[in-house]
C-alpha cells in the first residue's frame, strides 16, 4: 500500500508541476502581449503632453547679444614681440670729436592688438527670420606699441668731448616704438587681430542659442 501511496503522490506532484509551468507560460505570454501595448500608450501621452505643454524655445535679443559682447571689452587678439636696432646721432661731421654724441640702441618691445567691442551697438547686431545672427565689428586697432625697459639698451654709445646729449636716448626710443608698431602693421597684425576677434565672439553668441553667425564689414 506504501508503493502505492508513494506512486500516487509522485503523479499529485507532477501535476502541480505541469499546472504551475503552464500557469507561468500563460502569465509570460500575457506580459510579452501587453508591454508593447504599455510603451505605445506612454509614447502617445508623451507626444500628448509635448502638444498640450510644449518646450519654449528661448533665444536672447539683439540687445542681449550686444551687451553680452561688450562685456569682452577691450579684446586683445594678436601680439607681436619684436627686436630693433636703432641708431641715433646728433653734430655728426668735422666736430663729431668734440660736439657729436652717437648710440645704438637694442630695442625689445610687444605690439598688441585687439578690438573694442564697447564700440559695439545695437545697429551692429541684426538677426534674421532664419535665426543667422549678422554682427559688424569695430575695426581692430593697435592697443598697445611699447618698448620692453628690461630687455631693451644700449649696445654702443660714441659721445665727444662736449657732445652729450642728454636726451639722445629718449629719442632713440621713441623711434624704436614707431619701428615696431610700423613693422606689426605690415606684418598683417590688425588682419590677425580681426580674424581672432571673430572666433572668439562667435564662441560667445553661439553660446545663447545661436549656431549660425556670420560678420560682415
Avoid: C
Avoid at 551687451?67 to 636703432?86: C, D, F, H
Amino acid at each position: 500500500m506504501n508503493r502505492h501511496l508513494s506512486l500516487g503522490s509522485v503523479v499529485l506532484v507532477l501535476m502541480l508541476t505541469s499546472v504551475l509551468v503552464a500557469g507561468g507560460a500563460v502569465v509570460w505570454s500575457v506580459r510579452q502581449v501587453t508591454q508593447p501595448l504599455v510603451a505605445a500608450e506612454r509614447a502617445v501621452q508623451k507626444q500628448i503632453e509635448q502638444i498640450v505643454h510644449p518646450t519654449p524655445t528661448i533665444s536672447p535679443d539683439p540687445v542681449t547679444i550686444v551687451k553680452e559682447v561688450q562685456g569682452l571689452s577691450r579684446l586683445e587678439t594678436a601680439a607681436y614681440t619684436i627686436e630693433k636696432i636703432v641708431t641715433a646721432e646728433s653734430q655728426q661731421g668735422a666736430l663729431a670729436f668734440l660736439l657729436g654724441d652717437r648710440l645704438i640702441l637694442v630695442a625689445h618691445g610687444q605690439v598688441i592688438a585687439g578690438v573694442d567691442l564697447e564700440d559695439l551697438s545695437e545697429d551692429d547686431v541684426r538677426v534674421d527670420g532664419d535665426g543667422v545672427v549678422h554682427v559688424s565689428l569695430p575695426e581692430a586697432e593697435v592697443f598697445v606699441a611699447a618698448l620692453s625697459s628690461e630687455e631693451s639698451y644700449v649696445f654702443d654709445r660714441d659721445t665727444g668731448i662736449l657732445g652729450q646729449k642728454v636726451d639722445l636716448e629718449t629719442q632713440a626710443r621713441q623711434a624704436a616704438e614707431s619701428e615696431i608698431r610700423r613693422a606689426a602693421l605690415e606684418d598683417g597684425i590688425l588682419d590677425m587681430a580681426q580674424q581672432n576677434a571673430e572666433v572668439t565672439v562667435r564662441r560667445l553668441i553661439r553660446t545663447l542659442g545661436f549656431n549660425d553667425v556670420r560678420f560682415t564689414s
